[in-house]
């Protein structure tokens, strides 16, 4: 099996700093990846790197596309990677106003990306909105009104549809249940669980909350001043720990 | 004559105006920057159009200006005055006589021809502004045709008015590739401007000039189940009984009487002129 992203010893650096180096791993089709670190280890770089919003120093970012097999994204062209951004990619941000156009109705904000890949029938763009707003638990009658008019979980959910309306296969995420009080952290991560598995999504998920890997990545990736320190299945690195820095994250959650 | 050079502007200036003019029609509905220069009138009166004028003008040329498709008001009367002092050339109302039509906000009713060039005037010449205000990032949607964000304003439109309500500066695409502001002529004429004339656009406080060969392929954006319409007010000219014309509105009084004029005072005199009789055409004379 041809996996869906590989990632070869790919490198950010700020100036003399380093902001994540020599990551490599492979992801497959269905498979969720979780990357955990503290603040400032290098995972939004990672992230960022990956999904094209910061252009790497070194190292390949190869993308199984669906017209010509696995390709560099790092080195295709702009509007070819931007393309890859609108269809087949997702970018979940960790704030919900970074990823949503506040002045834009739900439903305009969810039609944006199918407008965008070329569809210019309203009856339809807004049939598929109404039926989004539904997948993520947001009433159909809220379709006109506008994201800042919503609550932060619901923000975060009209996020979420407006990524995954057109359908792709890889959805990167930053933080998505980051700011979000518990109960409804729970409900998100039940809905992203279900979406995931409902489309067969591969996700890879930046996160601080070891509780959220737990429950969302089968694979889990521990970073730590730029590079990657342990990575394994997410119950067996979370279980039995190997690394110093890795035992200090587990042994530093607070149990309720 | 005057002690102005021909047309006001330097001859350097009009040939960096030329020059962005050419490039402009080389690449149609593409927004070229040029070196706006100040002019005797303030941002907002046609600084823009008034350059692209002075550079395309020739001392043979007859200029035709129109403010809202008048004749007769502020801009047009200035502009007009402006370039009978600083380039003597023969000025005209009458939209077949002219060369070189400088316009405010309308296109003439009459249709055009090839040996015309018509000027507009242009006070924001970037489609997307209102949508994404970074000039980085609009230049580049332009370069990648990146164009989903124009449909989600019409989008927004149909939702909250249940038709398109945009009813002036229209969104069309240029030659099937450059997504263009029409200035800000009502929707009405956005089909108009598959013509066979010449068409410049100037902004000057915004220093583009970009340009619409004559018999390009110009059309208004829209949804394939809320297509584009071509609207005015459903109402005969009350002075020339004109039925195709685009139509203003005027207040007659505290009452609540009003009359529906043809905006291009031109047409509509020349078809008072042919004896047509609108509405109000007795008490008007």
Redesign the interface.
Known sequence: MTPLLQVKNLAKMYGARIGCTDVSFDLYPGEVMGIVGESGSGKSTLLNSMAGHLTPDRGEVIFDTRADGPVDTVTMSEPARRMLGRTDWAFVHQHARDGLRMSVSAGGNIGERLMAVGDRNYGNIRARAADWLGRVEIAESRIDDRPSAFSGGMQQRLQIARNLVTGPRLVFMDEPTGGLDVSVQARLLDLLRNLVREMGLSAIIVTHDLAVVRLLADRLMVMKDGRVVETGLTDQVLDDPQHAYTQLLVSSVLQV | MSDYNFAYLDEQTKRMIRRAILKGLAVPGYQVPFASREMPMPYGWGTGGVQVSAATLTPEDTLKVIDQGADDTTNAVSIRKFFENTAGVATTEETEKASVIQTRHRIPEAELSEDQILVYQVPIPEPLRFLEPRETETRKMHA?Q?Y??M??KL??D???HGAIATSYAYPVKVAGRYVTDPSPIPKFDNPKMNMAAIQLFGAGREQRIYAVPPYTEVVSL?????PFEASKADHPCDLCAAEDSYLDEVILDDAGNRMFVCSDTDYCRSRRDAGHMGRLSEEAA
Not at chain 2, 222 to 226: A, G, P, Q, S, V
């Open positions: 990648l990146e989903g964000l449909h989600v989008y927004e149909i939702s909250q829209d949804f394939e189940d809320f």
